[in-house]
């Protein structure tokens, strides 16, 4: 036998072809040396190959075997139940019943004596045929033990050499997908069955069915790309079609597979994974139909975990059949707890009536916590922030001891958790005291109990209690060692209550990590069943990875997995009502919860949404006068952040606008609110010269301990997807510009009260009028306005701004003065807002052009851009207007108009 | 399956006839130890469910935390009475399996003799 090494480098995967046949499909059926298997797998097992011969006549064979076979039994069954009735029938024709009761009557040689004895003799041989010949399949040998067992087991067992068919191993299904695939490869006139024909067979399964719908895949619309993809990657030629070199290594790591993840016959999960795993064309295929290999696999996973969470419940409840049905254990050693009992709820009960959903991951956690208790310390506080999954923790551990899979410190226990809020919401602390040792006490007594105290600061009077302090109380108790606690508690109460109290020194503390994002897939996959269950509904994958990546992106205030939970809870209900029951909830519908949530249009771009993001440069423009650069770079950042190119882990972008006052900074800021976050009001805007000395930064983000936080942190959280302006930024104290460094860094800020507050889905621009008689002076000389940048950069903010404060930003743009015709634009821009105005009220309104010209004329300032023109334009058309309107000189239907002269005129 | 007439030979020699001459092999080997061990696993259940380690740790811990002299003396008692019920109960339940174990043994033998001695004394008749 010769070694061919994998391409698809799986480990231990690699496939050894005879050296005779060289593995060859059609000369291997008929080697002497491997016996038609050609090309195999080693493993601890044996070497793994696939003998069975798959053909017209194996296919048609299987059949009539199990027709055969159900034809058999169903002789031999009616059989027997002939004989009884044939001896019931006799038997009750006799003169006397009494004498089936003597020995005589059964050797005496009655006919029907003689049938009814072969009929059970005949029954013995019906159970053996049903042991041994009812079930085709057979189960994998390693399947009864444990994970630890089968590790334990391959890592003293050397790769056995004898030769291990793995065809009686497979189960009717995957049976059913070989024969499939043979027969999807005769249809296209092919001679070998390829792995693609394995994968397009499991496709057609029951199973495929479920794939497919979970990825949310529609058949019909790969049906023919594949088909094509199938003749175009395999020869064509007359029959005999073999199974080829690679499709036989493929069903022998499959059974390999199914060996791993302990499964009991060799499903169609795995011919689909190892068919999809080693051809990198068809993963290519796949990914082109809008299916990335990462999905397919994740999607496989999931259906995979689904079926042994299911196995896994099955032994659940065969071991919680053991544990006692009251509070007393099974030694009857324990007493009542009535006032526990008030104040509590046993966790292993509902643990025992399956009200309690598994742990997906968290081994190490889970270790630490059961290392933290058999170590002799006692007890242990979970430390870890909302949702992150601390409670998740605890009911694993009452699961766990339900099935006694537990160090013998918890053996014959229950798990009790304490309602501390309730125990405490007397307000009295005398009270308080008195409950929390009477309950300390009943457990001394009944000894069964171990404690799970979720939000243990509220014993320090954290959870906003008042001065109630029961935590020394209780630590002193704890000392005595009578009892053992399970705790749970935030990082910041952690950090705040009891890190450096004696209760936190007595607890050994476990951190529970956020998690990241494939294991929060993970336990959402592990968790939708629940949630289509009851709503009557079906995850695509799809829905579940947005809501994986959306919870970790845009959800802060509680953490993953329990926010993404949050999310598709709320997004099957939406799918329920808006299509009805049995639809499928999508990724847009979680889009669409996470975009109500938070405010930030997380869905896909509409079509109308990309027209006016291509068109936003017009748009602004209709407001904004000159200023190519600036416009454009805004536009351009809008763009990047829309199609998800950015990093996401700064805010959408950073931007300083230099230049002299009243040139329309401001005012593409309102613009750009306006246009793409829906409202001019759509901005955060703080004027910096309020900010001068260094304890205005309190101001800004609040101080410990001030639950209202700051005035630009909470203005952020309440609408994280909104433009941040910061006016006349140059006034601003120092330390302020270095809280600032963060935000533009990293996207997110600190408050005062401990929140993190994101700023990646906000555009924060800063404007500045430093360097404006620089600016004026080179804009009169001509320069280039890159030039201008450049020397701003290097010589004049220099002395204002830090280096690396001014290198944080994506853009500093200079707008330029504006000249006598921009401003004569802006005139016009203006006149048409009072026009609109006037509109409203019935009234037309026209301006002549000459009106206009000194109009623009008169507010033009080289030094103050247009904003004396909105002086003039009050001072000179608005006073009049108020004054015709206040007389009513006008009525609805007339036109107003502005004279050369500069007066005003009604035109009825 | 070297060829098809091997096949269908296979299923008429080996599967259904030659299955009459395995049976009473399997029976006394393969099926004889499927039994076995699925009695035994009944009958470990069994055992867990009566908490028997439990007990006998706890064999002088009275029950039902009553620590006094009264208590400890009932408890004794009580466990004493509660574990032979337990034990006699278990070893019932071990007759019964092994009862049926014996039948399993019995049965194809006893009922194979019966047929051929009632056939045999049929025909002489």
Redesign the interface.
């Known amino acids: 036998m010769d070694k061919i090494p994998n391409p698809e480098s799986v480990p231990n995967s690699e496939a050894i072809v005879c050296s005779v046949c060289g593995g060859d499909p059609r000369a291997s059926v008929k080697c002497k040396v491997c016996g038609g298997a050609g090309i195999g797998v080693a493993s601890s097992d044996g070497f793994l190959v696939w003998t069975e011969k798959v053909d017209d006549f194996s296919v048609a064979f299987r059949k009539i075997k199990r027709g055969v076979t159900t034809g058999f039994h169903a002789v031999i069954l009616v059989f027997i139940i002939l004989t009884f009735v044939v001896f019931v029938w006799r038997v009750s024709a006799l003169d006397s019943i009494g004498v089936v009761g003597t020995f005589n009557f059964w050797i005496v040689g009655h006919w029907y004596v003689t049938l009814l004895c072969f009929g059970l003799f005949c029954g013995c041989f019906f159970i053996f045929r049903l042991f041994e010949y009812s079930k085709v399949e057979k189960v994998i040998p390693t399947w009864h033990l444990t994970e630890s067992q089968l590790e334990a087991r391959d890592s003293k067992v050397a790769k056995a050499e004898h030769r291990f068919d793995v065809s009686p191993y497979y189960s009717e299904q995957a049976r059913d997908v070989v024969e499939s695939a043979y027969k999807i490869t005769k249809d296209l006139k092919r001679t070998q069955v390829d792995p693609h024909m394995l994968f397009s067979a499991v496709l057609t399964s029951p199973t495929g069915g479920l794939f497919m719908a979970r990825l949310g895949m529609d058949f019909n619309k790969i049906k023919e790309p594949l088909a094509r993809f199938m003749v175009a990657e395999s020869a064509a030629g007359n029959p005999p079609v073999t199974l080829s070199r690679e499709t036989k290594r493929i069903l022998a790591l499959a059974y390999a597979e199914a060996r791993s993840h302990r499964r009991q016959y060799v499903s169609p999960m795995e011919l689909f994974i190892q068919s999809f795993s080693v051809s990198l064309k068809l993963q290519e295929l796949i990914d082109k139909l809008g299916f990335p290999a990462e999905h397919v696999r994740q999607v496989a996973e999931w259906v995979r975990l689904q079926e042994k969470l299911r196995e896994d419940y099955h032994r659940f409840v065969k071991l919680a059949a053991l544990k006692p049905k009251t509070a007393m254990n099974r030694a009857m050693t324990a007493q009542q707890t009535p006032l526990l009992d008030r104040f509590s709820e046993d966790l292993t009960m509902a643990a025992r009536d399956g009200r309690l959903a598994p742990l997906v991951g968290r081994k190490s956690e889970m270790d630490s916590l059961l290392r933290a208790i058999e170590s002799g310390q006692g007890s242990a506080v979970l430390v870890g922030s909302n949702g992150v999954g601390k409670s998740a923790i605890v009911e694993e551990l009452a699961r766990r001891m339900v099935a006694e899979d537990v160090p013998v410190e918890l053996f014959d226990r229950r798990l009790v958790s304490v309602n501390l809020a309730q125990l405490i919401a007397s307000g009295d602390p005398s009270l308080a005291a008195e409950r929390l040792l009477t309950i300390l006490n009943e457990i001394a007594i009944s000894g069964n109990v171990i404690l799970a105290a979720r939000g243990i600061e509220a014993l320090v009077g954290g959870s906003g209690a008042g001065p109630l302090d029961l935590a020394e109380t209780f630590a002193s108790e704890m000392d005595k060692g009578y009892f053992i606690t399970v705790a749970s508690t935030t990082s910041k109460a952690w950090t705040e209550y009891l890190e450096n109290r004696s209760l936190g020194s007595k607890l050994v503390k476990v951190d529970v990590l956020p998690l990241g994002a494939d294991d929060t897939l993970r336990v959402l996959m592990a968790k939708s069943g629940v949630i289509e269950y009851r709503n009557k509904v079906f995850f695509t994958y799809q829905a579940l990875d947005k809501a994986t990546s959306l919870a970790l992106r845009y959800m802060y205030d509680v953490s993953v997995p329990e926010s993404a939970l949050n999310v598709l809870r709320e997004a099957a209900v939406v799918a329920r009502k808006a299509r009805g029951e049995k639809t499928f909830v999508t990724a847009e519908d979680v889009a669409g919860v996470v975009h109500e949530k938070t405010g930030i249009p997380v869905e896909a771009v509409t079509q109308s949404e990309t027209e006016k993001l291509l068109e936003m440069e017009t748009h602004l423009h209709e407001r904004i006068i000159g200023q190519q650069e600036a416009v454009a770079a805004v536009s351009q950042a809008l763009r990047r952040a829309r199609a998800e190119l950015r990093e996401g882990k700064r805010p959408i972008a950073n931007f300083m606008f230099l230049g002299p006052t009243g040139v329309g900074k401001t005012e593409l800021t309102k613009a750009l609110a306006a246009e793409y976050f829906g409202e001019e009001k759509a901005m955060v805007r703080v004027d910096m010269s309020e900010y001068q000395d260094p304890t205005s930064v309190a101001r800004m983000i609040g101080v410990p301990g001030d639950q209202r936080g700051g005035l630009l942190t909470e203005a952020v959280r309440k609408a994280p997807f909104s433009i941040v302006l910061l006016d006349e930024v140059e006034k601003a104290h120092p330390d302020i510009l270095n809280l600032f460094l963060q935000v533009m860094e990293d996207g997110r800020l600190t408050d005062g009260v401990g929140r993190t507050v994101d700023f990646t889905n906000a555009i924060v621009i800063m404007t500045s009028n430093a360097g404006t008689p620089f600016i004026q002076a080179e804009v009169n000389r001509n320069t280039p306005l890159e030039n201008i940048k450049t020397a701003l950069l290097e010589r004049e903010l220099k002395g204002i701004f830090r280096p690396e404060f001014l290198n944080r930003f994506d853009g500093i743009i200079v707008f330029k003065p504006l000249t006598l015709d921009e401003v004569s634009q802006i005139a016009w821009l203006q006149i048409n807002k009072i026009e609109q105005r006037l509109l409203e009220k019935g009234i037309k309104f026209r301006a002549e052009d000459k009106a206009m010209e000194d109009l623009a004329r008169a507010g033009f300032d080289p030094q103050f851009g247009a904003r004396p023109l909105r002086r003039v334009i009050q001072d000179r058309i608005e006073n009049q207007l108020a004054d015709i309107l206040l007389r009513h000189q006008v009525e609805r239907g007339d036109t107003i108009v502005l004279r050369e002269d500069g007066s005003l005129s009604v035109e009825k | 399956?070297s060829s098809?007439s091997g096949?269908?030979a296979k299923?008429l020699f080996v599967?259904?006839i030659g299955?009459?001459v395995?049976?009473p092999i399997?029976?006394y080997t393969k099926?004889l130890s499927?039994v076995t061990i699925k009695s035994v696993n009944a009958l470990r259940y069994r055992f867990?469910?009566y908490?028997f380690r439990?007990?006998i740790?706890?064999f002088f811990?009275?029950?039902?935390?009553q620590h006094d002299w009264s208590g400890r003396i009932v408890s004794f008692f009580m466990r004493l009475v509660v574990l032979i019920g337990r034990l006699i109960a278990l070893l019932v339940e071990a007759f019964v399996y092994a009862l049926g174990l014996a039948l399993w043994l019995a049965?194809?033998a006893i009922?194979?003799l019966?047929?051929v001695?009632?056939?045999?004394?049929?025909?002489?008749?």
């Open positions: 399956m098809p096949a269908m299923l599967d259904l299955s009459v395995w049976f399997w029976w099926g499927m867990q469910a908490a439990i007990w740790r706890n811990v009275p029950m039902y935390g049965a194809p009922l194979a019966l047929t001695f009632s056939f045999i004394a049929g025909t002489v008749s």
